[in-house]
């Protein structure tokens, strides 16, 4: 079985250009969330999304965005691109998101960005 | 909120030697514990959880961790490292009263000698 795969692998932008980057969870998860691992840091949630409706958001600025689509896949999407942007984009997905549920977050390979 | 601390950027140990990765936590809820791996440049993996019962769990691989309440702390232990061991490792909770977010420490980097 296929686990999160993310896409693209790596991508490199220009400053103030607008970025998408694509989550597909493992089958039959209903729970994809975002992180931004920047070099050398632990990663920092951004969103999370279950059943395609927001149910947690980080401290990132409104220039960060998510959806989820009735097949679970999720987009990240970034406007007005800074350099301190650049950084690893994680997806994990879960199998819920119920309130004190012992579910484990599956994360992908992550997408490299690089804004220049 | 919830915050947590892994105390060493960089441990290096001798190959077969035995090995302490530090994490503590702090949160004003009950939290589960994980404890993740990261091979260069690849994603995050789990390596063990505790989220109730016995206090010390174990991966498949040989590394375990025991959950102290007492001192907030879930250090993470492997009686004798392989060079294959060489990844950052990440300590991590998650509050029993929510499902939306994990709060990573910033890392260990281990590095293993030959």
């Known amino acids: 079985d296929a686990g999160v795969t993310q896409s693209p692998t790596h991508l490199i932008k220009t400053r103030g250009q607008h970025v998408t980057l694509r989550c597909s969870p493992i089958s039959g998860h209903k729970s994809v969330s975002w992180y931004q691992q920047v070099l050398g840091q632990g990663p920092q949630f951004i969103f999370q999304?279950?059943?395609?409706?927001?149910?947690g958001r980080g401290n990132f600025p409104d220039r960060f965005s998510a959806r989820q689509f009735p097949n679970y896949s999720s987009e990240l999407n970034v406007n007005a691109l800074l350099l301190g942007d650049s950084a690893l984009y994680l997806c994990?997905?879960?199998?819920?998101?119920?309130?004190?549920?012992?579910?484990?977050?599956?994360f992908g390979q992550g997408t490299r960005l690089t804004v220049v | 909120a919830q915050s947590v601390t892994q105390l060493d950027s960089q441990v290096p140990v001798f190959e077969e030697a035995p090995v302490e990765l530090r994490c503590n936590y702090s949160?004003?809820?009950?939290?589960?514990l994980f404890w993740y791996v990261q091979y260069p440049n690849q994603g995050l993996q789990l390596l063990l959880k505790y989220l109730s019962g016995s206090t010390l769990v174990e991966s498949i691989n040989g590394f375990e961790a025991e959950f102290n309440k007492s001192q907030t702390s879930f250090h993470l232990r492997k009686p004798s490292v392989h060079i294959s061991d060489t990844a950052e490792y990440f300590c991590?909770?998650?509050?029993?009263?929510?499902?939306?977010?994990?709060?990573f420490g910033k890392g260990t980097r281990l590095h293993i000698l030959p």
């Open positions: 994990a997905s879960s199998l819920t998101a119920r309130q004190g549920a012992r579910t484990e977050a599956f």
């Open positions: 949160s004003s809820v009950s939290v589960y």
């Open positions: 999304y279950y059943e395609k409706e927001e149910r």
């Open positions: 991590a909770v998650r509050p029993m009263n929510r499902d939306d977010k994990i709060i």
